[in-house]
T-cell receptor, first 113, second 115 residues
Framework: GNSVTQMEGPVTLSEEAFLTINCTYT??????LFWYVQYPGEGLQLLLK?????DKGSNKGFEATYRKETTSFHLEKGSVQVSDSAVYFC????????????FGKGTHLIIQP | ETGVTQTPRHLVMGMTNKKSLKCEQH?????MYWYKQSAKKPLELMFV???????ENNSVPSRFSPECPNSSHLFLHLHTLQPEDSALYLC??????????????FGPGTRLTVL
């Protein structure tokens, strides 16, 4: 079956530091990959996505590249802000049908001023 | 209202109570989902409805009963729950189409506490 593995954290960084959150996946086909973010007390928001190998998703300064050879989709940001503090979830989906997403456990990110 | 809304946002219930969670999507999507989010565990897919028909039930206990009366509304009926059912219940929707990325939009969730 499908699975997603990501570093759990918490990850604590200072403001303006470089961020990497690792994500690797196992899938039987060619999935689409997503990063979602959850702020305290809220639901999940789609941060970025990539649908095929070598695609780069980007949004709000965050980037992730779909690496089929290493089955990875690591999230990066060059300079984090306190407002980036949240839980980040890596996820995959194998179809355009009504398939549920397979999520990692989430990485709690804490940015200190 | 925009996006996906869920009510109530918080619910406390005893093990013998019966309650319902409501989800409404204002995005014109044709698929809706229930997920359970527990501490220290990945989000668990509970139910999927596509075109108002249930297409997946991941061995969820029968004390959880979903209902999808139309493409915009989704309910989760709860009865005789256990304390371990305490969690954040998230609703999501997407547009099902061949060749289309299954990008899902989530509601804010209902925080359920079972005493």
């Amino acid at each position: 079956g499908n699975s997603v593995t990501q570093m759990e954290g918490p990850v604590t960084l200072s403001e303006e530091a470089f961020l990497t959150i690792n994500c690797t996946y196992t899938a039987t086909g060619y999935p689409s990959l997503f990063w979602y973010v959850q702020y305290p007390g809220e639901g999940l928001q789609l941060l970025l996505k990539a649908t095929k190998a070598d695609d780069k998703g980007s949004n709000k300064g965050f980037e992730a590249t779909y690496r089929k050879e290493t089955t990875s989709f690591h999230l990066e940001k060059g300079s984090v802000q306190v407002s980036d503090s949240a839980v980040y979830f890596c996820a995959l989906s194998e179809g355009g049908g009504a398939d549920g997403l397979t999520f990692g456990k989430g990485t709690h990110l804490i940015i200190q001023p | 209202e925009t996006g996906v809304t869920q009510t109530p946002r918080h619910l406390v219930m005893g093990m013998t109570n019966k309650k319902s969670l409501k989800c409404e999507q204002h995005l014109g999507h044709n698929a809706m989902y229930w997920y359970k989010q527990s501490a220290k565990k990945p989000l668990e897919l509970m139910f999927v409805y596509s075109l108002e028909e249930r297409v997946e039930n991941n061995s969820v206990p029968s004390r959880f009963s979903p209902e999808c009366p139309n493409s915009s509304h989704l309910f989760l009926h709860l009865h005789t729950l256990q304390p371990e059912d305490s969690a954040l219940y998230l609703c999501a929707s997407s547009q099902r189409a061949s060749g289309r990325t299954n990008e899902q939009f989530f509601g804010p969730g209902t925080r359920l506490t079972v005493l």
